[in-house]
């Protein structure tokens, strides 16, 4: 992936070519120079590992499970030599390939195949060992690893591993899952326990956060100079501090306040923003305590009126939270201008002056271009996780704004006989509040107007609703359709278009599958369906190839809102194929998914071909000998899933993005739509596993195809060197 300094230099070049002094092409070699549009050598560096990596995890997820299904039939001896023969197998491939990438991948494969010969060892032999022992024996094994490999990856599973292994040995109490899932495991356990188990965290985090402000200082470019699992790691501890804290404000937790870890949470937040505040700037972890004292914070505000049940009560209780939330909010972006007004984010000067320079010698920026982007406030941009938790917090707001509305409406009497006119006219009050604050200038207005022009796109929703008549389903998704359009194109907000860009996108696919089915054959209404999301894909594609040249047109503040939002609506519609039954019985209502499904994986099949032959016939780059066989194999594999043929695109579009939060997202979204959908499938476990092996096989051939004719090299581009 390209460098931040390289990114954060491209998106300023957008700039410019919004306003006018460089020009679409120009800003392409930029991007190619940089390394942020991928040239074939760097293809060929992001795809081999890539394709490596899940086809490691393929075969091991697979083998493991051949030996799964055959528990009765295959004899202990054989159970135990495929396993420990992969072990050995990949341990062949760490020896024989050590200063290669590929070496990193097999090792971290080799520590998870550990886990399962334990597991194995303790099936077949029946030794009476509680799960924890498997957990201690795995993490036995896997910190000479991390130690040996030195690598966030096996340093994060060996943290996982030993919070595992503490948590199931002192679950011997009996806990509900919905006490699992909100952290109600840890009030049990002993208070002594409970402080060394925190304690112990803090010291890891403290530990890790040494040596990696260390490493930063001294080897900017070693794995420990890395911020992302000491981030992992403080969110971890705050969630379960906020969790302990909250439930003891709350009344949910001990009957016995623990004042000690309240104590404890006030010292790590006071501490972390001492420290991250003045002596090593970090916003991301500033964020995360805020959202800690934000959700404390709230929960304190509702308990100030616990025995309460008037009106007024709860309208002062939802003017505080809205006014706490609010007032978080505007903290994080005094933070963000404060240690960010003269250094862009994550950004060495040095690297970006070194860049500019480079720039400057080769012809692709001029003096005057290099000065403006040097002039321009780029403490307007924000990183992904201030966005995340401000979009967050906007959501909260919206609620509150909506449960206000409610208050105010049944004060004045106006619920007793409500019709679609009182919802109505009251969003149309907030959604020109909201278009008002989105049109002035500072980030802590924006972020207020998206939190009204939330609510008011749920009281026109509910307003609609309540309009048509019950049985009106297809009326009510056309009806929202347009309801959303006309807020998309009123509030001049990009995050606020990306949500309404993606819900768009899931009330378009959904109405077309509810009008095909009413009015169509079922083959027509397929291949229709098919027809309606394949155009979706072909005008996604056609944006992302033109989005520089878009910047320049009269609807330049959609363009990112259409590139990630148009992809967000196609990830939902995949997750209702493999979530069909649960979405049933919250609903009582049983859609044909089965036949939507089909539909999206062939529109997307034939979006993906057609817009690659396009690429290949007509415009003729030099880029369509990869993205048409990429588009060939994608596709197939959306017929057969649409899920895991959109998320290896998605995987490919990040990369010519040059985002590494699209990345991130892409193979999450991977990740969890296929252990779904494998989960669902209606085969045998054999099936399954066999699967897995040829899947597993096809993407170390790929690898190989790619090693093989892509070549190593593209040319004089600068590539992030």
């Given at each position: 992936?390209?460098?931040?300094?390289?990114?954060?230099?491209?998106?300023q070049t957008?700039?410019?070519?919004?306003?006018?002094?460089?020009?679409?092409d120009?800003?392409?070699?930029?991007?190619?120079?940089?390394?942020v549009r991928?040239g074939?050598?760097?293809w060929?560096t992001?795809l081999?590992?890539?394709l490596f990596?899940l086809?490691l995890?393929?075969?091991?997820?697979?083998?493991?499970?051949?030996?799964?299904s055959?528990w009765?039939?295959?004899?202990?001896?054989?159970?135990?030599?495929?396993?420990?023969?992969l072990?050995?197998?990949?341990?062949?491939?760490?020896?024989?390939?050590?200063y290669?990438?590929?070496?990193?991948?097999?090792?971290?494969a080799?520590?998870?195949s550990?886990?399962?010969?334990?597991?194995?060892?303790?099936q077949?032999?029946?030794?009476?060992?509680?799960s924890?022992?498997?957990?201690?024996?795995?993490?036995?094994?896997?910190?000479?690893?991390?130690?040996?490999?030195?690598?966030?990856s096996?340093?994060?599973?060996?943290?996982l591993?030993?919070n595992?292994?503490?948590?199931?040995?002192?679950?011997t109490l009996?806990?509900?899952?919905?006490?699992?899932?909100s952290?109600?495991?840890?009030?049990h356990?002993?208070?002594?326990v409970?402080?060394?188990?925190?304690?112990?965290?803090a010291?890891c985090?403290?530990?890790?956060?040494?040596l990696?402000?260390?490493a930063?200082?001294?080897?900017?470019?070693?794995?420990l100079?890395?911020?992302w699992?000491?981030?992992l790691?403080?969110g971890?501890?705050l969630l379960?501090?906020?969790?302990?804290?909250?439930?003891?404000?709350?009344?949910?937790?001990r009957?016995?306040p623990?004042t000690?870890i309240?104590?404890?949470?006030?010292?790590?937040?006071?501490a972390?923003?001492?420290?991250?505040?003045?002596?090593?700037?970090?916003?991301c972890?500033?964020?995360l305590g805020?959202?800690?004292?934000?959700?404390t914070g709230?929960?304190?505000?509702m308990q100030?009126?616990d025995?309460?049940?008037?009106?007024g009560?709860?309208?002062?209780?939802?003017c505080l939270?809205?006014?706490?939330?609010?007032?978080?909010?505007?903290?994080?972006l005094?933070?963000?201008?404060k240690?960010?007004?003269?250094a862009p984010?994550d950004?060495?000067?040095?690297?970006l002056?070194?860049?500019t320079?480079?720039?400057l010698?080769h012809g692709?920026?001029?003096q005057?271009?290099?000065?403006?982007i040097?002039?321009?406030?780029?403490?307007?941009?924000?990183?992904?996780?201030?966005?995340?938790?401000?979009?967050?917090?906007?959501?909260?707001a919206?609620?509150?704004?909506?449960l206000?509305?409610?208050?105010?409406?049944?004060m004045s009497?106006?619920?007793?006989?409500?019709d679609?006119?009182t919802?109505?006219?009251?969003?149309l009050?907030?959604?020109?509040?909201?278009g008002?604050l989105?049109?002035?200038?500072?980030a802590?207005?924006?972020h207020?107007g998206?939190?009204w022009?939330?609510?008011?796109t749920?009281?026109l929703?509910?307003g609609?609703f309540?309009?048509?008549?019950?049985d009106?389903?297809?009326f009510i998704?056309?009806?929202s359709l347009c309801?959303?359009?006309?807020?998309?194109?009123?509030?001049?907000?990009?995050?606020?278009r990306?949500?309404a860009i993606?819900?768009?996108?899931?009330?378009l696919?959904l109405?077309?599958?509810?009008?095909?089915?009413?009015?169509?054959?079922?083959v027509s209404?397929l291949?229709?369906?098919s027809a309606?999301?394949?155009c979706?894909?072909i005008?996604?594609?056609?944006?992302v190839?033109?989005?520089?040249?878009?910047q320049?047109?009269?609807?330049?503040?959609?363009v990112?809102?259409?590139?990630?939002?148009?992809p967000?609506?196609?990830?939902?519609?995949c997750?209702?194929g493999i979530?069909?039954?649960?979405i049933?019985?919250?609903?009582?209502?049983?859609p044909?998914?089965?036949?939507?499904?089909?539909?999206?994986?062939?529109?997307?099949a034939?979006?993906?071909?057609?817009?690659a032959?396009?690429?290949r016939v007509?415009e003729?780059?030099?880029?369509s000998?990869?993205?048409?066989?990429?588009?060939?194999?994608?596709?197939?594999a959306?017929?057969?899933?649409p899920?895991?043929g959109l998320?290896?695109?998605?995987?490919l579009?990040?990369r010519?993005?040059?985002s590494?939060?699209?990345?991130?997202?892409s193979g999450?979204?991977?990740m969890l739509y296929?252990s779904g959908?494998?989960?669902?499938l209606?085969?045998?476990?054999?099936?399954?596993?066999?699967l897995l092996?040829?899947?597993?096989l096809?993407?170390l051939?790929?690898?190989?195809v790619?090693?093989?004719?892509?070549?190593?090299h593209?040319?004089?581009a600068?590539e992030?060197?």
């Amino acid at each position: 992936m390209p460098s931040r300094t390289a990114k954060y230099l491209c998106r300023q070049t957008e700039r410019l070519v919004k306003g006018g002094s460089l020009t679409p092409d120009a800003c392409q070699r930029i991007y190619f120079f940089c390394g942020v549009r991928p040239g074939t050598g760097q293809w060929r560096t992001f795809l081999i590992p890539v394709l490596f990596s899940l086809g490691l995890l393929s075969l091991v997820t697979g083998a493991l499970f051949f030996v799964a299904s055959n528990w009765a039939d295959m004899p202990k001896i054989t159970k135990f030599a495929l396993t420990e023969l992969l072990i050995v197998a990949l341990a062949a491939v760490v020896w024989w390939r050590w200063y290669h990438r590929a070496a990193r991948s097999a090792l971290l494969a080799v520590g998870l195949s550990f886990g399962a010969l334990f597991a194995l060892y303790g099936q077949v032999y029946q030794t009476g060992a509680d799960s924890w022992e498997l957990f201690r024996a795995w993490l036995c094994v896997l910190l000479p690893l991390a130690l040996l490999g030195r690598q966030n990856s096996l340093w994060f599973c060996s943290w996982l591993v030993a919070n595992l292994g503490f948590q199931l040995y002192y679950t011997t109490l009996s806990l509900s899952f919905v006490d699992i899932l909100s952290f109600d495991i840890f009030v049990h356990l002993p208070t002594t326990v409970l402080c060394s188990y925190l304690a112990a965290l803090a010291l890891c985090l403290i530990f890790r956060e040494v040596l990696a402000l260390r490493a930063i200082k001294h080897h900017p470019e070693s794995w420990l100079a890395s911020r992302w699992f000491s981030r992992l790691m403080a969110g971890f501890l705050l969630l379960l501090l906020t969790c302990i804290v909250a439930g003891n404000m709350s009344g949910w937790g001990r009957d016995i306040p623990l004042t000690l870890i309240t104590g404890f949470w006030l010292i790590t937040l006071l501490a972390g923003y001492y420290l991250y505040r003045y002596r090593y700037p970090d916003l991301c972890m500033l964020t995360l305590g805020t959202a800690s004292l934000t959700v404390t914070g709230s929960v304190l505000i509702m308990q100030l009126f616990d025995k309460s049940y008037d009106v007024g009560d709860l309208f002062l209780i939802g003017c505080l939270m809205a006014l706490w939330v609010a007032g978080n909010g505007a903290l994080l972006l005094h933070w963000r201008r404060k240690l960010y007004e003269r250094a862009p984010v994550d950004v060495a000067p040095a690297e970006l002056t070194e860049l500019t320079e480079k720039l400057l010698q080769h012809g692709l920026l001029n003096q005057t271009q290099i000065q403006e982007i040097q002039q321009h406030d780029h403490s307007s941009h924000l990183p992904w996780y201030l966005r995340l938790a401000l979009s967050i917090g906007g959501w909260v707001a919206a609620m509150i704004i909506l449960l206000l509305l409610a208050l105010i409406l049944y004060m004045s009497d106006l619920l007793n006989d409500p019709d679609a006119t009182t919802v109505i006219i009251p969003s149309l009050l907030l959604a020109a509040i909201a278009g008002g604050l989105l049109r002035t200038q500072g980030a802590g207005k924006h972020h207020i107007g998206l939190a009204w022009a939330i609510a008011a796109t749920c009281g026109l929703c509910v307003g609609v609703f309540m309009l048509v008549e019950p049985d009106g389903e297809t009326f009510i998704l056309v009806s929202s359709l347009c309801a959303l359009a006309v807020m998309a194109m009123v509030m001049p907000d990009r995050t606020y278009r990306f949500m309404a860009i993606t819900v768009m996108t899931l009330l378009l696919i959904l109405s077309g599958h509810s009008l095909t089915s009413l009015y169509l054959p079922p083959v027509s209404g397929l291949c229709a369906i098919s027809a309606l999301v394949a155009c979706v894909m072909i005008f996604w594609l056609w944006i992302v190839r033109n989005q520089l040249n878009l910047q320049t047109g009269p609807f330049a503040e959609g363009v990112y809102p259409l590139i990630h939002g148009i992809p967000a609506g196609l990830i939902l519609l995949c997750f209702l194929g493999i979530n069909a039954e649960f979405i049933s019985d919250i609903f009582w209502y049983t859609p044909q998914f089965s036949t939507l499904q089909l539909g999206l994986g062939g529109g997307i099949a034939a979006g993906l071909t057609f817009s690659a032959l396009y690429q290949r016939v007509v415009e003729k780059t030099h880029l369509s000998l990869f993205t048409l066989p990429a588009a060939i194999l994608c596709g197939a594999a959306a017929v057969y899933a649409p899920g895991m043929g959109l998320g290896l695109w998605l995987l490919l579009m990040a990369r010519y993005q040059g985002s590494q939060g699209s990345l991130l997202v892409s193979g999450g979204f991977l990740m969890l739509y296929v252990s779904g959908w494998y989960y669902f499938l209606g085969v045998t476990l054999l099936h399954k596993s066999l699967l897995l092996l040829v899947s597993g096989l096809v993407l170390l051939v790929l690898t190989w195809v790619v090693k093989k004719f892509l070549p190593a090299h593209s040319g004089g581009a600068y590539e992030n060197q």
